[in-house]
């Protein structure tokens, strides 16, 4: 005779208190939320809330500006502000591309103010910056693809704080000559736009983008704006690529006239990134580091909390930091 079948056992509802919510609860899939892998020790940062970074919390936020260390959840953003730095992002905080790693906002942008370029020349001022670094957001929706906006805020900071060096981390333009000229013409002191990842992730992490299109822009950059101006790119790890693959890009990169290279670990921002394929040790970074010096780069920071803005004053070629 066959044993009876067992009663399906009634799903109970139980909430947990307010008080002490306890771990995480797996949804009816049996999926779990959600939530950060545990980093290395090598990736831990004190969390920002000193006074200066409050007091330009307040000012940025007054002006109406936006900064890509709030927008990028950059792991620096502490340290950069207690020593009175930002990288300001013009042309607002929405993206018109979905790069798999960004943390910025991807949609339709409505942003549009003639007096930004003032405003941030403004704080520039106010907070006695020696180096600006100004990017923007992707804005494939504007005829020069915002062009003008960066040549607008080089213009203003000249003007209002003419002793600062200026950077700029430009997107690619759509590989347009005219907008990169426009850039170029008001000669920043560097020209830094980001390669990201190497070639064979391009197709997942940076839809829209074609790495060999962004080496062509620093080519031309460099080509327009001769000894005045300093190429820079960077690139991430931890996406899956290998090592001999980055210094394939590295490489790429020198034969385009890239001087200067960061290079650090991209962390996730939230679980509709991609996820992190793996996190690189310091010494892989030492080793990075030395084989892009021997490409014959002038300047390279490579490590794992190194972002493309990170301490920027103290990576420019000792040739172009003595002019």
């Known amino acids: 005779m066959s044993e009876p079948i067992a009663e399906p056992a009634e799903r109970v509802h139980v909430t947990r208190s307010r008080a002490k919510p306890g771990g995480i609860a797996a949804a009816a899939d049996g999926a779990v939320p959600f939530r950060r892998s545990r980093k290395p020790p090598w990736l831990k940062v004190p969390a920002p809330g000193g006074p200066t970074y409050r007091r330009l919390k307040a000012e940025i936020g007054a002006e ?25 992002m013009i042309l607002g905080d929405v993206c018109t ?30 907070m006695g910056l020696r180096h600006a670094v100004v990017t923007s957001v992707d804005r494939d929706d504007l005829p020069d693809y915002g062009a003008s906006a960066f040549v607008g805020t080089i213009r203003s900071i000249r003007m209002q704080a003419p002793g600062c060096k200026v950077e700029v981390l430009t997107p690619d ?35 829209g983008s074609k790495f060999m299109r962004s080496a062509r822009v620093l080519r031309t950059a460099k080509e327009m704006g001769g000894a005045s101006v300093v190429t820079k790119s960077g690139l991430m790890v931890g996406l899956g690529e290998s090592f001999d693959e980055m210094v394939e890009a590295f490489g790429i990169l020198r034969e385009h006239r890239v001087q200067v290279l960061t290079v650090g670990q991209y962390l996730r921002p939230t679980k509709n990134h991609l996820p992190v394929d793996r996190y690189w040790h310091p010494e892989e970074f030492k080793a990075l580091e030395t084989a892009a010096y021997d490409l014959g780069f002038e300047s390279v920071a490579s490590g794992p909390l190194v972002r493309s803005s990170y301490h920027a004053d103290q990576h420019m070629p000792q040739r172009a930091v003595a002019g």
């Open 64 to 88: 109406g500006l936006h900064t890509v260390c709030e927008e990028a959840n950059c792991p620096n953003v502490g340290e950069c502000w207690e020593r009175g730095t930002a990288t300001f």
């Open 97 to 126: 591309r979905r790069c798999g790693f960004c943390n910025v906002k991807t949609g339709v942008p409505s942003w549009n103010d003639p007096l930004e370029p003032l405003r941030v020349a403004n704080q520039v001022k106010r």
């Open 173 to 207: 333009f759509r590989g347009q000559e005219m907008p990169l000229a426009k850039v170029i013409a008001e000669r920043p002191d560097v020209f830094n736009h980001n390669v990201e990842t190497v070639p064979r992730l391009y197709p997942r992490a940076r839809r």
